[in-house]
Every structure is written in structure tokens, then in C-alpha cells.
């Protein structure tokens, strides 16, 4: 019985006698699409523009290559390295009986020669050696990505574009108070609702006001500071807003029995829920390394030494997993896990 959501191989049996094979370079201003077809000794690499419907029909008259030459196509096979384009071309090609797969990118092993030739060709055939490494079932040739659907991606996008808002709005304050300790003026909190009525009676330590550049400076900033907390508030009152219209829905129900955990907020509980608890990772390991809480060993001959996390997953869930871990210790120090 296989395993859930065991990406390192695929546990489809690989004929290549009647598997088309295709692997697309996607970039910005073209496709470089390379195929392996039954039956035909030759290897096209094809660059085309970057439309769905060219790729499509590109594949079709592969296979006909293939009939002609007495093969017979069961399965068209393609992947792609996951990047700026995400997901929406594996989506509309499963939409027409493609089977696509992502390759993580990282998960493909590259020459470490300090200046190594890289270009489209290049990295398009190394893409189709460890595509069919995958393909016959070996592991340690590439790791796919989960294709999220459409409504998945879309759920992610409020807790994202949160903790965008969150981050500008450190900025902005740290802006503004460092304006302020370059004139002498430390204790000020820009963040309060009356700061900018109080602006025009601060004084310096030299007993001048504040110039005129960098006061309108830090007004600018406060119309900013204000706009972006305004948003804050609208994304967590629609969350708020959903959560009520659907509370027995499938994350929505788990968001609201994980924030009834002492320490948990809505925003973790939401956030771990569309980032990890919806996808079937395998165990528990498997969700450590996804965020990258796995070790990174350092072994050769007798030198033993471990180089901490690997870092190398979602930093996103990583950093809310932490800062859950010393919420935990604060809010539950008494606990038995905590203990």
C-alpha cells in the first residue's frame, strides 16, 4: 500500500515503449520544451512562445511522430521546476489529460564546479535525467511539489499578504523613530493615535522643533502607517467574517479547535492550518522537514558535528512554529509537554 503523498518517487510503473516524456524550461519570454518519444532516435528540443495551447499542440504531434514509427501512446508524462509561474499551467494541462508533475527546484543535484556552463539546454536536459530517474521509481534523483488547487492557493492568500503588512508596518515605525533619534528625540512612540497631534511639540534637545523636511517626512509616514493598519483590520475582520458564515467547514472547523488551544491565536491556528495541516504529509517527520526543522549532520571520517536546522522548507511556518514553541513555554509552562 503506498504511502501518503511520497513525492521522492513515483509509484507508477514506467514503460518507456509507450510513455511520452517532456520536460518544459519555463521562463518569462519563452519555452524551451525537450521530449523523449518512443520509437524516434532523435531528441527534439523545441523553443516556443509562452502559451499553453502551443505546448499543447506540440505534444500532439509528438505522438503522432510516435504512431508513425509503430509505437503506441498510454501516458504523456511532463514536468516542470516549480518557480515564478506556480501552478497554473500543471492545473490546465490536467484539465485536458496531461499528467504533470513539479520538480522542486532545490531537490536537484547540480554540478559544484565554481563556474559551471548553465543555460536553457543545459538545465532542460539535466531536468529529463532526473525526470526519469523519478520515473522508474529511484530515489535521490529529484522531489515533486504537491499541486494545490485552485481554492487551496487562494486560502493561503490572506495570512500571506498579513504578514507582508505586518512586516511594512516594523518598517515604517523603525523609519520613523530613527528619523527622530538622528535629531535627539528618543521616547516618542509614532504608533499611538494621537502621535501625529503631538509632532508639532516635540523639541529637540538643542530646544528647536523639529525641521521642516523630516517633519513632513514622518507625516508621510504616519498617512502610510495608518493606510496599512487599516488593511491589518479589514483582511482579519473578513477572516473573522468567514470563519462565522462557515464555521463547520473543513479548515474552518480546524482553525477554530486550534485556536481554543491556550497560546494559539487565530492567526496561528489559521496559518498553520492552510499551510500545513491541509496537505497529507506521511508523519510527522515528514512535516518537520517540510518547514525545515530537520537536522544538518556534518560527518566525514572521525569529524562529527551537527550544524543545526536545515532551514530548508517553508520559512513561513517555521518562524510561527518557533515563536508556538516559546508561546507554549510562556502560556502552559505548567503542562506535562512543557515539562
Known amino acids: 500500500m503506498s504511502q501518503v503523498s511520497d513525492l521522492s518517487r513515483s509509484l507508477v510503473p514506467f514503460d518507456q515503449n509507450i510513455t511520452l516524456t517532456v520536460v518544459v524550461e519555463l521562463s518569462e519570454a519563452s519555452w524551451l520544451v525537450a521530449g523523449l518519444i518512443p520509437g524516434v532516435d532523435r531528441q527534439p528540443v523545441k523553443k516556443q512562445e509562452p502559451e499553453p495551447v502551443a505546448l499543447l499542440r506540440l505534444l500532439e504531434r509528438w505522438r503522432v511522430e510516435a504512431v508513425r514509427a509503430g509505437r503506441t501512446i498510454g501516458r504523456i508524462a511532463l514536468?516542470?521546476?516549480?518557480?515564478?509561474?506556480?501552478?497554473?499551467?500543471?492545473?490546465?494541462?490536467?484539465?485536458?489529460?496531461?499528467?504533470?508533475?513539479?520538480?522542486?527546484?532545490?531537490?536537484?543535484?547540480?554540478?559544484?564546479?565554481?563556474?559551471?556552463?548553465?543555460?536553457?539546454?543545459?538545465?532542460?536536459?539535466?531536468?529529463?535525467?532526473?525526470?526519469l530517474g523519478w520515473l522508474r521509481g529511484e530515489r535521490g534523483h529529484c522531489r515533486m511539489v504537491a499541486i494545490p488547487t485552485l481554492e487551496q492557493?487562494?486560502?493561503?492568500?490572506?495570512?500571506?499578504?498579513?504578514?507582508?503588512?505586518?512586516?511594512?508596518?516594523?518598517?515604517?515605525?523603525?523609519?520613523?523613530?530613527?528619523?527622530?533619534?538622528?535629531?535627539?528625540?528618543?521616547?516618542?512612540?509614532?504608533?499611538?493615535?494621537?502621535?501625529?497631534?503631538?509632532?508639532?511639540?516635540?523639541?529637540?534637545?538643542?530646544?528647536?522643533?523639529?525641521?521642516?523636511?523630516?517633519l513632513d517626512e514622518i507625516r508621510r509616514d504616519m498617512v502610510r502607517l495608518a493606510v496599512v493598519r487599516e488593511q491589518i483590520d479589514v483582511i482579519e475582520r473578513a477572516r473573522l467574517a468567514r470563519l462565522e458564515q462557515a464555521p463547520a467547514a473543513g479548515p474552518h472547523a480546524m482553525v477554530r479547535l486550534l485556536a481554543r488551544v491556550i497560546g494559539v491565536g487565530l492567526e496561528t491556528a489559521d496559518m498553520l492550518v492552510q499551510e500545513v495541516l491541509s496537505r497529507n504529509l506521511r508523519d510527522r517527520r515528514a512535516v518537520a522537514r517540510y518547514v525545515g526543522l530537520t537536522g544538518s549532520p556534518d560527518e566525514s571520517g572521525r569529524r562529527r558535528r551537527e550544524k543545526g536546522l536545515a532551514k530548508a522548507g517553508n520559512a513561513r511556518v517555521r518562524r510561527g512554529l518557533i515563536q508556538l514553541a516559546w508561546r507554549f513555554l510562556r502560556f502552559q509552562r505548567d503542562s506535562t509537554l512543557a515539562q
Open 79 to 131: 514536468a516542470f521546476e516549480a518557480g515564478r509561474d506556480g501552478f497554473w499551467l500543471a492545473r490546465w494541462l490536467q484539465a485536458r489529460d496531461i499528467e504533470v508533475h513539479v520538480v522542486h527546484s532545490t531537490s536537484v543535484a547540480v554540478s559544484r564546479e565554481h563556474r559551471r556552463a548553465k543555460t536553457d539546454r543545459l538545465d532542460t536536459a539535466m531536468l529529463m535525467r532526473v525526470f
Open 153 to 214: 492557493e487562494d486560502a493561503k492568500r490572506p495570512s500571506r499578504e498579513r504578514e507582508s503588512l505586518v512586516g511594512e508596518r516594523t518598517r515604517i515605525v523603525n523609519r520613523m523613530k530613527a528619523a527622530l533619534a538622528r535629531l535627539g528625540i528618543r521616547g516618542f512612540k509614532p504608533t499611538l493615535r494621537k502621535a501625529p497631534q503631538r509632532l508639532d511639540a516635540l523639541r529637540t534637545p538643542e530646544e528647536v522643533s523639529i525641521p521642516p523636511n523630516t
